[in-house]
């Protein structure tokens, strides 16, 4: 039996996993080079694009690929079938979900030094992108997270807006929205004023942060 080509490895690892991998883990993984293991993935993305009637889809989230379900079937799947948020980064991706975007200073002085961790651990379960805005971090979120809380939007700014919507209508702010989701004293969580943004920050083209750095 002849051995299985790289498409079908990266296809098989990635719906194993069961998370976002990035491009160097991969090529560490198969022994490839990364521009390999990229051209490999945008082939295996166009091929599943073409399947008739198939419910996964291959996406690039802020440099990570990941295999997921298409956000047109997210919602047949029942409750209790779906990959939950671990509880404690509840609060802190709704912070980011009302400010964005975000400077992950600003989340630090709402919540603490646990925020760096909270940060790293979205953006690998491929919940929030994390940029540079000169020597600013800023915070959004991605289409994934959308999903996951059933918002019609994928649009960083026009998540924020349904996300503030959501809080007016409950009447709460945002620190109380968070810390409601969160299961968090509000006490918790200390409000910090949002902190501007360039009028020309662009998110499409800012640089994305590596997962490794701090």
Avoid at 75 to 91: M, Y
Avoid at 117 to 133: A, D, K
Avoid at 154 to 182: D, H, M, P, Y
């Amino acid at each position: 039996m002849s051995e299985p080509g790289l498409q079908t490895l990266l296809e098989s690892t990635l719906f194993a996993a069961g998370r976002s991998l990035s491009v160097e883990e991969l090529s560490a993984a198969f022994d490839v080079t990364p521009g390999t293991v990229v051209a490999s993935l945008e082939a295996l993305q166009n091929t599943m694009k073409r399947r008739r009637g198939g419910a996964l889809q291959l996406t690039d989230v802020s440099g990570r690929w990941v295999m997921e379900v298409k956000p047109k079937l997210a919602g047949h799947i029942p409750s209790s079938f779906r990959t939950e948020i671990p509880q404690r980064l509840l609060a802190p991706v709704a912070l980011i979900a009302y400010h964005q975007p975000m400077a992950q200073s600003q989340l630090v002085e709402m919540i603490g030094q646990r925020a760096y961790e909270h940060v790293r651990e979205l953006s690998i379960l491929g919940l929030v992108s994390r940029r540079w805005e000169g020597r600013t971090r800023r915070l959004t979120t991605t289409r994934r997270f959308a999903e996951y809380f059933g918002c019609p939007f994928a649009e960083s700014k026009k998540v924020r807006k349904w996300f503030r919507e959501q809080a007016t209508n409950a009447n709460l702010t945002g620190a109380e929205l968070a810390a409601a989701i969160g299961g968090e004293e509000s006490g918790d969580i200390q409000d910090a004023p949002e902190v501007p943004v360039s009028e020309d920050w662009d998110e499409e083209s800012a640089e994305i942060i590596a997962d490794e750095d701090e």
